[in-house]
Nanobody, 116 residues
């Protein structure tokens, strides 16, 4: 059974940093294309950052230069380093593994609250 478990959420002041982790089990992690999504209060879920199985990364414009997505295949873990956090980054953050017609796995989410 595939499991994605996010950790690292919590409260932080604006301008601060937070490291989110997503531990994968029950799956061959190094072949997965991975994403971080977030869902702000009252809004739709949106993709924040992506990393392919070959390490290619992409970011939504609002987090470019502040967030870094990375992966450690030896630990079956995905990361999201978030710096210079803003109040608008407040959201539930989700780890996702997705490939069209092949797989679509989600974690349970972790809350990040940024106070100004």
């Amino acid at each position: 059974q595939v499991q994605l478990v996010e950790t690292g959420g919590g409260s932080v002041q604006a301008g601060g940093s937070r490291l989110l982790s997503c531990a994968a089990s029950g799956v061959v992690f190094n072949i997965l294309d991975m994403n971080w999504y977030r869902q702000p209060p009252g809004k739709q879920r949106e993709v924040v950052a992506s990393i392919s199985n070959d390490g290619t990364t992409a970011y939504t414009d609002s987090v470019k230069g502040r967030f870094t997505i990375s992966r450690d295949n030896s630990k079956n873990t995905l990361y999201l380093q978030m710096n210079s956090l803003k109040a608008e980054d407040t959201a539930v953050y989700f780890c996702n593994a997705f490939s069209p017609k092949r797989y679509d796995y989600w974690g349970q989410g972790t809350q990040v609250t940024v106070s100004s």
